[in-house]
């Protein structure tokens, strides 16, 4: 090395550019041999974010499912970063005071002031009668592409990413984001608007959790995709609205098996209802994994819709969906089938069931229209007369129910609170169809039974003429309503009115927002003579 090269350069190291002077200096020292090293370019810490998301929705809609194109955080210095690369679809009725994991992303350690989110498609559904005929009618309001002005995510506070890991909930406030006229219009499409509103909030992941709020899973469905024994692990694909997601959950040795004897019983093509906790890379480690139809080739999940009293024949909405008879695609509206050489069944998730003081029942009997259920079935036959497509299983699954309470009273180790429903939430809506094998006594009220077992994660007081939502098992108990509460959260407007801007709104939807108007409606009446 050339020693008064060597001063000279250093005295102008002013006047040079960092990378031209290290570039300089490497080349003289590999020239003669120093052991002088460049200096390292200093890297930003990241962490590991899980996004999961969730819904928050009172009983107004039957469904409300978007595409995810874009989710983007910035800091506070203006810095943008973006967590989503390409499109994630999913629906969040079903989801309604849970969560399910989306995607992990590591991003710069930084507190961000602010958010934003690109929908692509985004649609949501409402059930109600016709009011000419009593006939059951099922509407979908629906965006080929959500506008971006439309698009809104709220923080409630700047959110600091900072540690090894973290969670971010993206919840959909699902009474905010779709309004529109009526349910059934009369004569042509009326005005709607789709204006998708989140909140983002930081949560821990807890390798043991007890609830959503700190990653529990609850009642998740699946179809095993892939399966490693030697991990005791499994790949499932999400239903079809969920965007063929997969998911990879991992079964710990405590984890409590329904309907199987153990790991060794799942296979690929097996459905699955599973809870457990999201852990710090997106995947799940189950606590409980429930097969409630081994043989099935086809389930579905989402509210009963009419039950037959001429026929064993029911129709449902099918909010999830998945298996052979819907490929990729999925059915919109209500679907027939028959039930008469089904098996009843009651979901497993709740494990104080038989404590209840009253004997909870579900049977051919006692199901009604608003009730939660699975159905499987290993038939391939569709026909749109009875006999319909025959079921294997029925089975009552856990749901959300929003309501005031009214009254307050005490059965052994249960506080039982007396709920009053919205006008539109599907039990009041559909008693009143004709051809139905039961009649409710009070439709529109609901007795939630709460005990030790129950989750409270609402703020706002177990106090009459408050609104709060209610999770759990909902039985017919000859013709009254009784809820098995698992979890308890804070309640939405039962009956929330649009807002003049939001009127404005729906008038510039028609005008300025390519209005799409309304998917043909579908009209189900079950009320044929048996064949």
Known sequence: MNPSWYSYDMRRIHLLTQATFLAMVATAMAGCGSAFQPVPTVQAATTMVTVVVSGTANDQLTEFALSLE??????????????????????????NSGIEPLFTVSIPQDVYTSAAATVGGASFWCTTLIPATGGLDTSIFSYGQTPTANVTVQLASPVKVSGASMGLNLSLAVAQSATYAQCAPQGGSDPYAITPTF???????????TSPANGKVIGLNGQISAVAA????????????????????????SVEYQGINGFADLAVGTFVNVDGAVQ???????????????????VLEGPLLFVSNVEPGLVIFGRQEQGALYGTTGECCGLNFSFGSALFQISGQLANVKNLPFLPSFTAATMVAGQNVSLATASQMRNGSFPYTPL????????VINGTISG??????????????????????????????????SPGEVRVYVDNDTVELNTQQLAVGNTLRFYGLVFNDNGT??????????????????????QSHLEQGQAKIVFAGKIPKQTFEIVSPKL
């Open 481 to 502: 309503l009784r809820m098995d509460c698992a979890q308890i959260n804070d309640g939405v407007a039962i009956n929330p009115v649009a807002s003049a801007a939001a």
């Open 230 to 253: 030697g991990t005791k692990s499994f790949v499932v694909t999400l239903p079809i609205n969920e965007n063929a997601r997969v998911l990879s959950v991992s079964a710990a040795a």
């Open 392 to 399: 294997s299983t029925v089975t009552l699954k856990p749901q």
């Open 280 to 298: 710090v890379d997106g995947s799940l480690a189950a606590t409980r994994i429930s097969v409630e139809d081994p043989a099935a080739t086809t």
């Open 408 to 441: 307050t009273s005490s059965d052994g180790a249960f506080t039982i609170y007396t709920v009053e429903l919205a006008d539109y939430d599907l039990f009041g809506v559909l008693a009143t169809q004709p051809g139905q094998t039961t009649v409710l006594n």
């Open 70 to 95: 874009g989710i983007t955080l910035t800091s506070q210095s203006g810095k943008t970063v973006n967590l989503l690369a390409g499109s994630q679809a999913t629906e969040f009725i079903h989801i």
């Open 199 to 209: 909140n983002l909030t930081p949560i821990a992941l807890l390798a043991q959790a």
